[in-house]
Every structure is written in structure tokens, then in C-alpha cells.
Nanobody, 119 residues
Framework: QVQLVESGGGLVQTGGSLRLSCVASGSDFSANTMGWYRQVPGKERDLVASIISEGSARYAVSVVGRFTISRDNAKSTVYLQMNSLKPEDTGVYFC?????????????WGKGTLVTVSP
């Protein structure tokens, strides 16, 4: 069982920055694919960024050039640095872990942290 605890959300003005953190426990963190998803009311949870164990990352088109995902395997932590924030970045950000288990991948989610970007 993997536990994920997010932190770093809050209220920020347009153009500002926030750094989200997610600490994982209960698994071999270095083997996990980690990601950040955003959800707004009435919509599905969408991928913002993900990073594999080797460090390669991918991003939603809307955040390319503004957000950076990184990981510190020694601290079992994944980060999302968010710069040049826009009101449309507002939402609950969820940390996600995909953990290898034999031939399968198991999915785990944190409880989310709210990011609000004011106009």
C-alpha cells in the first residue's frame, strides 16, 4: 500500500508561482512513475505532468514551458514547480503513483491540494 501526501497548494495571483510536493511511503519510490493531475468541479481529472523512474518527463500542452516536474528518490518526493500561473490553472492537484507489481501497475492517489489563481 502506497501513501501519498501532497502539500504546497494555496492562493496566488496571476503570474505567480507555487511549488507542490508529494511525499510517498510504502513502496520502492525509485521504481514508481509519479504524476500530478488537476481536477476542477464537474470535469475529469487531467494529467498535468508525469515523470518516470529514469527521470524523463512529459507535460500537458497547456503547461509546457511554465511547469516543471522533478523527483528526489532519496526523499521519496515528487515536486511540481508552477510558474507564470494563470486562472485556468486553478483546481485540486492530485499526486499519483503508478507502482510496478509483477506484470501489472497499481495506481495510488493522494487526497489533493487546492491551487487557486486569482485574476
Amino acid at each position: 500500500q502506497v501513501q501519498l501526501v501532497e502539500s504546497g497548494g494555496g492562493l496566488v495571483q496571476t503570474g505567480g508561482s507555487l511549488r507542490l510536493s508529494c511525499v510517498a511511503s510504502g513502496s520502492d519510490f525509485s521504481a514508481n512513475t509519479m504524476g500530478w493531475y488537476r481536477q476542477v468541479p464537474g470535469k475529469e481529472r487531467d494529467l498535468v505532468a508525469s515523470i518516470i523512474s529514469e527521470g524523463s518527463a512529459r507535460y500537458a500542452v497547456s503547461v509546457v514551458g511554465r511547469f516543471t516536474i522533478s523527483r528526489d528518490n532519496a526523499k521519496s518526493t515528487v515536486y511540481l514547480q508552477m510558474n507564470s500561473l494563470k486562472p485556468e490553472d486553478t483546481g485540486v492537484y492530485f499526486c499519483h503513483a503508478a507502482t510496478p507489481s509483477g506484470l501489472e501497475w497499481l495506481d495510488y492517489w493522494g487526497k489533493g491540494t487546492l491551487v487557486t489563481v486569482s485574476p
